[in-house]
């Protein structure tokens, strides 16, 4: 289709146009992570910092316990990750290769638990964790993580099992082997892609979440990083800007990481060639 | 949960994923009881206790036993006009963010769909508000309304609009503002959706309809449209109910403040539960919640599809 000049001049337009949109928030964040205290306090902020400082990150450092909350983060993150495909990539293979009543109900809880409002479901869970003695706890967040995270879990695992051709696992078992051995070394391999994009998934929102984090979690040397940096909130003077800047900006990098990799790898087209080889 | 009793399996045979003879019902079980019971435990029963709670006048640390209140919380909360004032600020907010974001995102989504150049600099930057933390989208936005230090009145200053605003703590501005926040922070995942429907639909459609010398508009609603329906009803609905239960992002730019005026019953319920202690009516609040919504959806749902059966007899 040809689409005249006038028309593609606006589509740039509207083009650069989100890309502003998108892009100057994060933009401002890293500009006033580098500033120096005076430089915040001017009348005219400029977008590229004159003097730029560490600072900031230094103090940012002093004043919170950022390493502690990172370091349970990436607990609590790991931890849901990885239980959460261990436990998903069975029942999704069952959701994607059988219809059957569990399947309905399993889809169905899938798709009403994206409802479900957190309130209603924080508050018994509050109550079952302090009667577990779980409340305070970095393993009782990630129990409530993995539960969080399988229904997306089970829908995207289930999306990679179709996409694996069931031929390949009828020949196998024509070639004689036995049901275990096809889904170790047929499917698995097939499927690995599609695992580590999920687990990274859950990865990124475990390491993102601040709801369940905020309520469960009581003392500063238990808290995720989202429930540290709200400290930095509050009576903040301008001169406390800049850690708050730095320490966000710092916190947001692995999940930018993260999900960067995982684009790569859904488009990684592993499943394209199974099938023609 | 019979289904579990049904198949007298503990849970710590589960992990040996599939037995070679043990028929296909059997080792379906195995396969699915590792995931079955944290849901069980700590998803199903949690909202099943939740919604019995909403009957009782449980309270935080309190010593005497809880008891069973009946309607009592439901009818407290039919009088409680500051519940109603949060709940229709939490339809405002979420209708609100929800419609832009559905424009902006199918806007996006077209473009990125045309041989535009730059095409992947909007995909790496869409990245952006998806993968970033709830709460940094928060603080990233205070940054940029703050009063003084932002570049949102710093903008407005340079180009002669006034001296500037306290956009987060003006009794009118305050909801806008976050309204532009949930739109920025929800909008690329929306536009991943929108965007999948679209290379679904059929390009030799499109191209005999410009052969016919349809134009844009006319293609658009005659071919893009039909085919992208059920992609754009399905995100919108998720957005809708994701937008209503959400949380950090007001919480870190306002925390429902100035006034209460972007107090959205997610925070409502919060601070019932979690500031004040009262369980109970907390758990009430999201009933009437899960109800509402649930309500909501369903008119809607019903009404765009009744609508597209419609549509689909004229074209």
Known sequence: ?277 | MTLVTESRRPARSAPGPDRPRGGPDHSAWFLVLPALIPILVLSVGPLLYGILLAFTDAQSGRTEPTEWIGALNFRDLLHDTLFWESFRIGLVWAVGVTVPQFLLALGLALLLNQNLRLRWAARALAIIPWAMPEVVVGIMWRLVYNPDAGILNETLRDLGLGNGHDWLSGLGTALPAVVVVGVWAGMPQTTVALLAGLQNTPRELHEAAAVDGAGAWRRFRTVTWPALRPVALAITALNLIWNFNSFALVYVLTNGGPGGRTRLPMLFAYEEAFRYGQFGYAAAMGCVMVAVISILLAVFLVGRLRGGTKGGDEA
Do not use: C
């Not at chain 1, 005219?44 to 450092?61: G, K, S, V």
């Not at chain 1, 916190?251 to 080889?277: D, E, Y």
């Open chain 1, 1 to 277: 289709m040809r689409t005249s000049t006038g028309a593609r001049v606006g589509q740039y337009a509207a083009l650069l146009a989100y890309l502003v949109f998108l892009a100057f928030p994060f933009l401002w964040l890293i500009s006033i992570a580098f500033k120096p205290p005076r430089e915040l306090a001017s009348l005219h902020p400029t977008w590229i910092p004159e003097h730029p400082t560490l600072d900031n990150f230094r103090q940012a450092f002093d004043e919170q316990p950022l390493l502690r909350a990172g370091l349970n983060s990436l607990l609590a993150a790991l931890g849901a990750a990885v239980i959460a495909v261990l436990i998903a990539t069975p029942m999704a293979y069952v959701m994607a290769r059988r219809r059957g009543r569990l399947t309905k109900a399993a889809t169905g809880w899938v798709v009403v638990s994206q409802a479900f409002p957190f309130v209603l479901l924080i508050i018994p869970l509050f109550l079952v964790l302090k009667n577990l003695g779980l409340i305070n706890s970095v393993p009782g967040l990630v129990m409530v993580y993995v539960v969080w995270s399988l229904p997306f879990a089970l829908w995207m695992l289930a999306g990679y099992v179709r996409a694996v051709p069931r031929e390949l696992e009828e020949a196998a078992a024509v070639d004689g082997a036995g049901r275990l051995r096809t889904l170790v070394s047929v499917t698995a391999p097939l499927l690995a892609p599609g695992i580590v994009a999920t687990a990274l998934f859950a990865f990124i929102t475990a390491w993102n979440e601040f709801f369940f984090a905020l309520v469960l979690l009581k003392t500063p040397e238990k808290q995720t990083l989202p429930v540290i940096l709200t400290h930095f909130i509050g009576a903040e003077g301008v001169a406390d800007l800049g850690p708050l800047a730095a320490a966000a900006f710092l916190a947001t990098l692995p999940s930018l990481l993260v999900f960067a990799l995982i684009q790569r790898r859904i488009t990684g087209g592993m499943l394209a060639g199974a099938v023609k080889s």
